[in-house]
């Protein structure tokens, strides 16, 4: 695989995505693209509001498997967000974080896929 800029270049087989192996897999990259769009729409969104956050980290996994309907497909995307936002509170922070996981645009690639959230704020110090 091979970004279209050509900044990104890898090698994958039907072992990186169907066995265990340790090339990246189409889903791994999927994954990244749902990582890193969420953490930026989110810090953009968040620093529109006034809360401009000091750190903000995403982690995206793909479940890619069977489908029912035949073939293969991803079932659900876990993303887990841990963010430090200096001066919000808990809920407008959950309320920014729901906006961002329908609104990102890799996001609106998955309308048929389950995204799971898991959003923190957490502590400066941690």
Request: proline share 6%; with cysteine.
């Amino acid at each position: 695989m091979k970004a279209p800029r050509g900044n990104f270049e890898t090698p994958f087989s039907f072992a990186s995505r169907f066995e265990d192996d340790d090339l990246t897999s189409p889903e791994d990259l999927v994954a990244a693209a749902q990582a890193g769009c969420f953490a930026m729409a989110l810090s953009h969104g968040l620093t529109s509001g006034g809360h401009t956050p000091t750190r903000v980290e995403a982690k995206a996994s793909v479940h890619f498997g069977p489908d029912p309907a035949g073939g293969f497909h991803i079932s659900e995307i876990a993303l887990v967000v841990r963010a430090t936002v200096p001066g919000i509170d808990n809920e407008a922070f959950q309320a920014a974080a729901e906006e961002t996981k329908t609104g990102c645009p890799i996001s609106k690639l998955f309308t048929g896929t389950t995204i799971k959230l898991d959003a923190q704020l957490v502590d400066a110090d941690q």
